[in-house]
């Protein structure tokens, strides 16, 4: 048709909708064709697309799912290269914007931990067969590959080995694999899953050495597997699945190869007919025969709970526990033999006549029992004297002489009260424990009645203590008020072995078994001290849920190493008197410390002395301040200092705080430190020293009353945050607080010092009590303070106050170095008095200085530390004071 004659034609609505075609073509052209064509080209640029963006995903998470993407043989080259052209397809916005990531650091395929190729059909032909590509050595660092529902023939097995080193899982679910060589797959694999490929015929030859130390978990089920290795080295082999094969023998030394680990076995809908041992399969659990070929059951493990044997031809049940028990159901130690079996699957086998009492009188924890479809006509009697059994299958048998007891329920199923109840009455109870209503049990009944209710109780918490890892459970049982207990008391301190006690000297209670004691979930206000020494040995202790608002006074005496007491009544004066003791077992052994969601308003100084704390979690209190000033009440500082140098993890949120004081500069002491919340104060201004704690790996400080960093900054990751901080501050702000930082160090490692020199001169005492006046002046006197202009007042001051002490030290040189007349006239109440009144004059000239507002931080606590120690040599002085009054 010519140009001229060419026409516009109006198609109908319906017909455009249908076909997806324009509304006016000229007629007559290839419209539909150039429709389809169109439409396709939609779909490959989509799936184009689809890929790329999983690509970018990849690069920044490390995962890469290409999953139902359409993808063909050979796979695309960009799956290969992730930093191929990376600048140019981001045309540099990666560079600069912090919401991206630095193109440098993105993942590469070297580094890509999972790959999903799953249902994408890649069954395109190379060499008569589909393989998938070579190119999957590129990915190092995978653990995990997903090639489920792919259609290949087979797989690359030794690039996988040499190159996939860190490979973990492989699903290679619904394929058309022919063989599988275990022994070329890394030895780093744990799970493989290989069912539903249909035709499998071996997993390598007969005698190949199969040595996969990891693996847990094996799955080739489905298939058409005739024979196994000989030999399977996995130690950890928890799971082995091969039902629905061709498998017609299983050699002993393959069972005894996976005995050690082995938990779940099967071996259904085979061919397999000769009987198999599994008596030293102790941790095995679940054995399922069901459609095999058995005439014989299987030799199993005590320990067995699950075992289907239904649709075989098993004739009897008698060599169940071949060799482990005889016929009076004991074992060859003459103690009874007794199984764990659960639930035992029999249906459709050719069990004739009756069942063996004796195997069955060993399954007292049985609770489902089906034997329908054989040829039964009456069961034992011992079956109606176990005592879990409430499930029995009987269809399909030629009963007789048990006819009248089977009844079934209008709701279906048999009345298994009944026909129990039915088949006790055709004789007594087997011999021995663990049957409904025996005498043993009768006998255990009547010796527990003598024995009081709460006694009972003690015994069996105990006991059930030592068994779960040594942990004292007493949570959760709606004790409410003070803690007292004196049965569980005298069973925690009964002495447990009276022979090995007169050994060692020391008698071993029960109580000294124990590591945990946990009683969360309660009520409970306090306990008495009593509980002290009766648990000795406890490292953890769990409070957590009550409402605990006093401790013991001997509490610190506990060597514990991590103390949970969240969501209680606990008050900063019993965290002070009870917790944080100077000097106590609690101080040099507490690792972990939380006390959130409690009543706590300030920290006490004596926390900061916890040299081996890890974890702090204040959380969640009543905290308004870190500033670092003198408590009246107690006598001592109060906020936060330098110490605690082991710290990891610091958990300040969610109190009131507006001002932090010395933590900014004090946590620069705290090398360990990874994590610092404080988000949800009332922070007004957030110190950019915070930037300079370069050892941070995580920082909130989200949720405060400040406007001057935005949230989006907040939001950020933590090196991000601390580096907004630091370009913040001036060079010489930097510079200032990096020389606090050095003097913070100094006064550490000479409190180090002063700690080491007095343990070995005082057996481990806290270095406060035994130093020495001279050593605190030689300590003041190393100090080196900043000169700048707003310390000289302090300087002249300190001059002053060097002054007065040494002349202080000066007598307590004379004193000390005189002979035994001196001695004697130094100890007379005079001579007290006067030293007493010398320390007053010190302790009250450091007060003022203390008031002085233009001196640094640094030299305040320095001066509060030696402050501290002029008051415990008062406390010294009054005390002889008082003891030569008694005198």
Known sequence: MSAQHQRKIDLDPELVNVHEISKNVKGGGNTTRRGRSDKESKIASHSKANLQHMIDQARKSGKMHLSNMNLKLPLPDAMFDLRKDLMKLHDGKMVGDADDEQFWSCYGEEMITLLDLSDNDLSQVQYGISVLDDRIGCYKSLQSLFLRNCNLDDLPWRTIRENLVDLKVLDARGNKFTQVP????????????????????????????????????????????????????????????????????????????????????????????????????????????RRNKLKDAPVINHNLMHLGLSFNEVLSIENLFAGQMDENVKSSADEWFRSNLRELHLEQNRLDKTMHAPT?????????LDISHNSLETIPHVVGYLPHLNKVVLDGNPFRMIRSAISYKKTGGIDTDRLLKSLRCKGDAPMGPGYYGSIYEDNQEKTLRMIPEAVTEAKNILKDSIRNNQVLNIGGRGLSGELVWPELIDELNAIVNDATASSIHKPITRGSQLRTWNFANGKISTFGDIW????????????????????????SQFFLKTLGLSQNCITTSTLRDSICISGSNLASSLLHLDLSNNQIEYIPESLFEFSRLTSLNLSFNKIKTLEWKQDTNSNSG?????????????????????????????????????????????????????GLLEQLTNIDL???????????????????????????????????????????????????????????QSGGEG?????????????????????????????????????????????????????????????SDELLTQRISDL????????????????????????????????????????????????
């Open 638 to 690: 109060i906020g936060w200092k330098h110490g605690l140098v082991s710290l990891e993890h610091l958990d300040l949120s969610n109190n009131a705080i507006h001002d932090l004081g010395y933590l900014p500069l004090a946590l620069s002491g705290c090398k360990y430190l990874r994590t610092l919340l404080l988000n949800n104060n009332a922070i007004y201004h957030i110190p950019l020293e915070l």
């Open 182 to 289: 275990l022994k070329d797959l890394p030895p780093s694999i744990h799970k493989l899953l290989l069912a539903d490929n249909h035709t499998i015929q071996s997993l390598g030859n007969y005698y190949d050495c199969i040595d996969l130390p990891h693996l847990l978990q094996l799955d080739a089920s489905n298939n058409a597997l005739t024979l196994l290795p000989s030999e399977l080295k996995c130690p950890r082999l928890q799971s082995l699945i091969l039902s629905k094969n061709q498998i017609e023998y299983i050699s002993p030394a393959f069972l005894d190869s996976i005995q050690s680990s082995l938990k779940i076995l099967d071996l259904s809908e085979n061919k397999i007919s000769s009987s198999i041992d599994m008596s030293h399969h102790r941790k095995l659990e679940i054995l399922e025969l």
């Open 702 to 760: 989200l949720g405060n009353s400040q406007r001057e960093i935005r949230v989006r900054v907040l939001t950020q990751s933590c090196s991000k945050i601390l580096q907004y901080l630091r370009e913040r501050m001036t060079p010489e702000e930097v510079d200032e607080a990096r020389e606090n930082h050095r003097e913070i160090e100094l006064v550490l490692q000479q409190e180090e010092q002063f700690f080491v020199g007095s343990s070995n």
């Open 840 to 887: 007053q004059r010190s302790i009250a000239e450091l007060s003022s200085k203390l008031e002085n507002l233009s001196i640094s931080q640094v030299q305040r606590t320095t001066l509060k530390k030696e402050l501290a120690m002029q008051r415990s040599k008062l406390l010294r002085e009054e005390r002889k004071i008082k003891s030569s009054k008694n005198v």
């Open 767 to 827: 270095f406060i009590e035994e130093m020495t006046e001279s050593e605190c002046l030689n300590d003041d006197q190393s100090m080196d303070f900043p000169t700048d202009d707003n310390n000289v007042s302090y300087q002249d001051e300190d001059n002053n106050y060097s002054h007065s002490i040494k002349k202080s030290d000066k007598m307590s040189n004379d004193n000390n170095t005189s002979g035994k007349g001196e001695q004697e006239l130094l100890d």
């Open 532 to 555: 002290i020494p009766a648990l000795p040995n406890i490292t953890t202790l769990d409070g957590k849920r009550n409402q605990i608002d006093k401790l013991p006074d001997s509490f």
């Open 360 to 368: 069955l009188a060993a399954m007292t924890n049985l609770k489902l």
